[in-house]
């Protein structure tokens, strides 16, 4: 059974880096499969972040690719998620995802439980 | 940029109802559509890929359908687990905003 767990402050100061880590059990990142993140505010609908496929290869969401990174950790099967330069309107549940690919693109078919991150000073 | 947009926004229908949720894509996606169904404090479910593709494990009151730019998730007889927030996703290409921006779904 493919688990995911997402992990790290739940607490940022604005202008600061948010950094999670997702901890993946029950299936070898190496393998394939896309990697990725998708957040919601307090409230509000899903936005997905970006995603990893293996190493090297990135999609970014447009409003957001100036200011995240996600890497991959295949010799512990973790992926990360660092967003630069956060503002409150980044306040949001973010949860990790394992997404099935269609060519470049894909849709998540597990999810982590989900992480609130709050951005306050 | 596709932009895809759910309706309604809110649903309250009773038990045993035929409920139909609908997902118009700004632009044709072909049939790479996804939807999921979202309970208070947990993570989203995948219910149907591919627009009509049912998840394992997923009831088969759940269905789907559509291409192009229209597409709808309909549940057959409705039950009291139902309840929740429902969300397509367009895996044709990626945007600002693959998600529509959610139904919920509320149980007379």
């Known amino acids: 059974q493919v688990q995911l767990q997402e992990s790290g402050p739940g607490l940022v100061k604005p202008s600061e880096t948010l950094s999670l880590t997702c901890a993946v059990s029950?299936?070898?990142?190496?393998?394939?499969?896309?990697w990725g993140w998708i957040r919601q505010p307090p409230g509000k609908g899903l936005e997905w972040i970006g995603s990893i496929y293996r190493i090297g290869s990135t999609y970014y969401n447009p409003s957001l690719k100036s200011r995240v990174t996600i890497s991959v950790d295949t010799s512990s099967n973790q992926f990360s998620l660092k967003l630069s330069s956060v503002t409150a309107a980044d306040t949001a549940v973010y949860y990790c995802?394992?997404?099935?690919?269609?060519?470049?693109?894909?849709?998540?078919?597990?999810w982590g439980q989900g992480t609130l991150v709050t951005v306050s000073s | 940029d596709i932009q895809m947009t759910q309706s309604p926004s809110t649903l309250s229908a009773s038990v045993g109802d035929r409920v139909t949720i609908t997902c118009r894509a700004s632009q044709s996606i072909s049939d790479w559509l996804a939807w999921y169904q979202q309970k208070p404090g947990k993570a989203p479910k995948l219910l149907i890929y591919k627009s009509s593709s049912l998840e394992g494990g997923v009831p088969s009151r759940f269905s789907g359908s559509g291409s192009g730019t229209e597409f709808t998730l309909t549940i057959s007889s409705l039950q009291p687990d139902d309840f929740g927030t429902y969300y397509c996703?367009?895996?044709?290409?990626?945007?600002?905003?693959?998600f529509g921006q959610g139904t919920k779904l509320e149980i007379k």
């Open positions: 995802a394992r997404s099935r690919p269609n060519d470049l693109t894909g849709y998540p078919d597990y």
């Open positions: 029950g299936y070898s990142i190496s393998n394939g499969y896309f």
């Open positions: 996703q367009q895996y044709d290409s990626y945007s600002v905003n693959i």
